[in-house]
């Protein structure tokens, strides 16, 4: 089955204590991309990937960090959380930008207390 | 810069309603707009796309066309179903990766 998976998909941790959200994609897509999903702001792009060690920000980057060395792979990294990155996140992968449709994983509700 | 509008939620109909949830943007050059669509405890989900003026997209009695024009590019069914309650969201695609989403519009069907 084509998928986006996330791993966890919830997540209570304490300010400052790193952590490591993954995504994985069994469609062999190019494009990759992380958004975190606020009341009243929709969904706004932290990270993007166009290929493998090919990142680039988004609007909302600061205190993320990703990589990209492997297609499937594209995982958010928190050095340092704070409670204002608690969020719901979603990973999404894509063909590419000739292929405008985005596959969304389920989510990762995030809490930092 | 680049935005999405959508009307405020939450919106809620009786079943076999018509539906419209309306979407403006801003965007510089000629973007793609999309709606997808998010079920409760779900990712998101393409529901319909358009990529020139003009289009028109559809999908599971959903419609939107690109107006250029009016910079619109609003949601429409004839007829709600129970089964459509769910979040509602306008994007678009400019150059790039970089997909820009409205806020949202949850929509509430009673039976």
């Known amino acids: 089955e084509a998928q986006v998976t996330q791993n966890p998909r919830y997540l209570i941790t304490v300010t400052g204590k790193k952590l490591t959200v993954t995504c994985s994609q069994n469609m062999n897509h190019e494009y990759m991309s992380w958004y975190r999903q606020d009341p009243g702001l929709g969904l706004r792009q932290i990270y993007y990937?166009?290929?493998?060690?090919?990142?680039d920000k988004g609007d909302v980057p600061e205190g993320y960090k990703v990589s990209r060395k492997e297609k499937r792979n594209f995982p958010l990294i928190l050095e340092s959380p704070s409670p204002n990155q608690t969020s719901l996140y979603f990973c999404?992968?894509?063909?590419?930008?000739?292929?405008?449709?985005?596959?969304f994983g389920p989510g990762t509700r995030l809490t930092v207390t | 810069g680049n935005s999405v509008t959508q009307m405020e939620g939450p919106v809620t109909l009786s079943e076999e309603a018509f539906l419209t949830i309306n979407c403006t943007y801003t965007a510089t050059g000629y973007p793609s707009l999309f709606w997808y669509v998010q079920y409760p405890g779900e990712g998101l989900q393409l529901l319909l796309k358009?990529?020139?003026?003009?289009d028109k997209g559809s999908n599971k009695g959903f419609e939107a066309t690109y107006r250029k024009e009016t910079t619109s590019f609003h949601l429409e069914k004839g007829s709600v179903q129970v089964s459509d309650s769910a979040v509602y969201f306008c994007a678009l695609l400019t150059g790039g990766f970089k997909t820009i989403f409205g806020a949202g519009t949850r929509l509430f069907v009673k039976a």
């Open positions: 999404a992968s894509s063909y590419g930008v000739s292929s405008y449709e985005q596959y």
């Open positions: 990937s166009m290929n493998v060690e090919v990142t």
């Open positions: 358009a990529t020139k003026a003009d």
